[in-house]
């Protein structure tokens, strides 16, 4: 069983930065493939980034390319989500993820993102 636990949600102006965390439990952390997702008020939950296991490799939603890094600290067990240049569309819930194998099986609380015109 892993837990996740998100922080760094908050209120930023447009053009502004945010850095989210992500502190999983457990001692297999380094095996999971680790993501952020996001939903907006009435809408579907939507991929934002993920990261490999040893942190080699990540994928982004074009939404996000160029202006969010998604990274990881194995040994803290922890994974962040670096954005910058945050616009209005990006308020939302974010919620990280963990991936043993083929789906997510592991989701964190959520964090509140909200970014003003």
């Known amino acids: 069983q892993v837990q996740l636990v998100e922080s760094g949600g908050g209120l930023v102006q447009a053009g502004g930065s945010l850095r989210l965390s992500c502190a999983a439990s457990?001692?297999?952390?380094?095996?999971?493939?680790m993501a952020w997702f996001r939903q907006a008020p009435g809408k579907e939950r939507e991929f934002v980034a993920d990261?490999?296991?040893?942190?080699?490799?990540?994928n982004y939603a074009d939404s996000v390319k160029g202006r969010f890094t998604i990274s990881r600290d194995n040994a803290k067990n922890t994974v962040y989500l670096q954005m910058n240049s945050l616009k209005p569309e990006d308020t939302a819930v974010y919620y990280c993820a963990a991936r043993p194998l083929f789906t997510y099986e592991y989701w964190g609380q959520g964090t509140q993102v909200t970014v003003s015109s």
């Open positions: 990261i490999s296991g040893s942190g080699g490799s990540t």
């Open positions: 457990g001692r297999t952390f380094g095996r999971y493939t």
